[in-house]
Structure formats: structure tokens, C-alpha cells
């Protein structure tokens, strides 16, 4: 006799971590970590984003999902979702994003900015969110990352030409993501509608501060 799979909507305890305060905020930033990393130690690029545009909350929610980076022991990562599951996965972690963001917006002055950006695995896990809720942020950064492939092109399409803005960010010697795939990814949210501005830098698969401070003051009020 097979076994048959069901379905268990159950309670969950996100973690995510904070930098600044919601009731004077004056733009707000939610920033996803990439595969294997925690959001205590993502959160630490964005000091120099508070820092130099004062007024800024950045909020960092952790991936649902936790898993020992090596062996059975040592250090912990989080992952949004794997392969295993992953349609019940996406639609957890788009159920979690929406629920946290209304929790911050209700917590900020009326009107605040929000800036959603999404390093690696972080990129993809903002996109998805968005194909699937209402919400658009004024400024959407997707940084080394692809774009899923895996969708509705009508729904990208809508997405996408929907956003006020839209920046793509990779660093000139990342392992993961090469120049002809930056290319790709840039020409795709092209033809999708939409005019990404596009930043280099000189490193790798890693956030980089000196952009990070590019893009606060490009969205700090005029």
C-alpha cells in the first residue's frame, strides 16, 4: 500500500533582526540573506546604511528553514527553501513576508518608503514573494542573483513593469554569477519591461559597502 501525502498548516516562530526604529523611520529597507547565511550576521553589512542616511530601518527576516553548514555539528545557516518541497516552501516564506512587512508598515509613519533588496538566494525568494502579493516597494534590488526562471512570463511582466525601480547589482569577480549571466539577467528583466539600473563593483559573490551607500543616497527624500 503507498503512502499518501497531506498537507499541515501549522504555527511558526520567524526570527528576524532590526536596525533603527519604526516609529520615526523615514524609509525602510528589508534585505534577505542568501543561502546559508543568518540574518544576525547579514544584518551587519547595513550599518553603514543606517549610518549614512539617518532616518533609515533596515529589517533582516531569517529563511524559515535551518541546517548545519557542515557535518552534524559547528556553524548554522538558514535557507528560504530547497528543491525538496519547494512549491509548500515559497508559499510559507510569501505568507511570511507579507505578514512581517504589514507588521512594520503598521509601526512606521504613514507613507515610508520601502526598499526590498536580496542578496543571492535572497534575490529570488523577494521575487517570488512578489509574483505572488500586492505590495510593490519603491525601489526592488535583486543583487548576484537570476531572476526565476521557472515562472508566468505574464506575470513577471506585470511585476516588473509595475515597479518604480528596479537595480542589479553584481560584483566583476563573482564565482557564482559570470559576466555573460549578468548580461542575461539584465537583458531578461529587459525584455520583461523593465529598465534595471545596473551596478559593478570590484569583488565577488558578497555585498559591497561603497554601493550599498550608493544606493541609500539614491533613495534617501529629496
Same mark, same amino acid.
Given at each position: ?27 525602510? =529597507? ?34 524559515? @528553514? ?13 535557507? =528560504? ?35 526590498? %533588496? ?8 523577494? @521575487?517570488? =514573494? ?12 535583486? =543583487?548576484?542573483? @537570476? ?59 558578497? %555585498?559591497?559597502?561603497?554601493? %550599498? ?10
Amino acid at each position: 500500500m503507498d503512502a499518501h501525502e497531506h498537507r499541515l498548516v501549522v504555527p511558526r516562530t520567524a526570527r528576524y533582526y532590526q536596525l533603527g526604529d519604526l516609529a520615526t523611520a523615514q524609509r525602510l =529597507w528589508v534585505v534577505c540573506h542568501g543561502y546559508g547565511q543568518l540574518a544576525a550576521y547579514f544584518i551587519r553589512h547595513f550599518r553603514t546604511v543606517v549610518e549614512h542616511a539617518p532616518g533609515t530601518v533596515v529589517v533582516a527576516p531569517e529563511g524559515l @528553514s535551518k541546517f548545519y553548514l557542515q557535518g552534524t555539528s559547528g556553524r548554522v545557516g538558514a535557507t =528560504w527553501m530547497t528543491r525538496e518541497d519547494r512549491l509548500t516552501e515559497i508559499e510559507d516564506y510569501a505568507r511570511y513576508l507579507d505578514q512581517l512587512l504589514g507588521q512594520l508598515q503598521a509601526c512606521c509613519p504613514p507613507g515610508v518608503p520601502v526598499t526590498l %533588496l536580496g542578496f543571492s538566494q535572497g534575490a529570488s525568494t523577494l @521575487s517570488r =514573494w512578489l509574483l505572488r502579493s500586492a505590495f510593490r516597494p519603491a525601489h526592488l534590488v535583486l =543583487w548576484a542573483s @537570476s531572476f526565476p526562471e521557472d515562472v508566468d512570463p505574464a506575470a513577471v511582466q506585470n511585476l516588473l513593469t509595475t515597479l518604480p525601480k528596479i537595480t542589479y547589482v553584481c560584483g566583476d569577480t563573482d564565482a557564482y554569477v559570470s559576466a555573460s549571466r549578468v548580461a542575461e539577467q539584465v537583458q531578461l528583466l529587459r525584455q520583461h519591461g523593465a529598465h534595471p539600473q545596473v551596478i559593478g563593483f570590484a569583488g565577488g559573490h558578497e %555585498l559591497n559597502a561603497s554601493v %550599498l551607500r550608493q544606493l541609500s543616497a539614491q533613495n534617501a527624500p529629496v
